[in-house]
C-alpha cells in the first residue's frame, strides 16, 4: 500500500498551500510524517504528529507549517504559509518512522520567486 500526497501546485513567494495524505486505516494508526525531497538532496523530514496530536517540526519549517490529522478520516495535512522558493520539492507522507513500501508518488510544489 502507498500513500497518496495530494495538493501540491505553483504557488508565488509568500503564498500558502495544504497538502494531503490519506490512507487506510493500519497504517495511520501509527504517528505520521511529511517529507519532502528537493531536487540533488536527500529526503528530510519536516514534521511528524502521533496520533494522540503530538507534533514535532524541523527547524526549516516551524513556524511557516502546520502539520494535522483527523484520526476518523484516516486523513493528514499540510499547511504550508509564508512558501519559500527554498520550499519547492516532492512533498511526500508516511509513517513518523518511514517505511518503504508506504511512500507513494509525493505531490509537486514549485514556489515562483
Known amino acids: 500500500v502507498q500513500l497518496q500526497a495530494s495538493g501540491g501546485g505553483l504557488v508565488q513567494a509568500g503564498g500558502s498551500l495544504r497538502l494531503s495524505c490519506a490512507g487506510p486505516?493500519?497504517?495511520?494508526?501509527?504517528?505520521m510524517g511529511w517529507y519532502r525531497q528537493a531536487p540533488g538532496k536527500q529526503r528530510e523530514l519536516l514534521a511528524g504528529?502521533?496520533?494522540?496530536?503530538?507534533?514535532n517540526y524541523a527547524d526549516s519549517v516551524k513556524g511557516r507549517f502546520a502539520i494535522s490529522r483527523d484520526n476518523a478520516k484516516n486523513t493528514m495535512y499540510l499547511q504550508m504559509d509564508g512558501l519559500k522558493v527554498e520550499d519547492a520539492a516532492v512533498y511526500y507522507c508516511n509513517t513518523w518512522a518511514p517505511m518503504s513500501q508506504y511512500w507513494g508518488q509525493g505531490t509537486q510544489v514549485t514556489v515562483s520567486s
Open positions: 504528529i502521533t496520533r494522540g496530536g503530538i507534533t
Open positions: 486505516r493500519s497504517i495511520f494508526a501509527n504517528a
